[in-house]
């Protein structure tokens, strides 16, 4: 309850001085912002960015690919259609579970007034 409130503050305190500022305020924040996205120093890095994950991206597809395939094989092995000792009691567990629901339903019925 106290972010939702702190949230609530923080949008109301935003939209007010934001509404304060006014549009030429906000036309001023965005030319700095672009002018400083289209210097040549910040280009040179997005650019370099970009040619990094061009090259590195064909790798990357490769090793997700492989541990993929890796994870489907793993999963999809033939499993033994022979029952584990934990398998039988919990099989066991559910009939047991079941014979009282039945019971329990039989009982309820049977004692119910006509």
Do not use: C, H
Request: charged share 25%; glycine share 10%.
């Amino acid at each position: 309850m106290r972010n939702k409130i702190i949230l609530l503050f923080g949008l109301g305190v935003g939209y007010v001085l934001g509404a304060r500022a006014g549009r030429g305020r906000y036309e001023q924040i965005k030319r700095g912002w672009l002018s400083f996205w289209n210097s040549p120093g910040v280009q040179t890095q997005v650019q370099a960015a970009e040619d990094f994950v061009k090259e590195k991206a064909p790798e990357v597809v490769d090793f997700v690919s492989d541990t993929a395939k890796k994870f489907v094989s793993r999963d999809a092995k033939p499993k033994s259609t022979a029952r584990t000792p934990a398998a039988k009691s919990s099989s066991a567990k559910a009939g047991a579970v079941a014979k009282k629901t039945t019971t329990r339903g039989s009982s309820s019925s049977s004692g119910a007034k006509s």
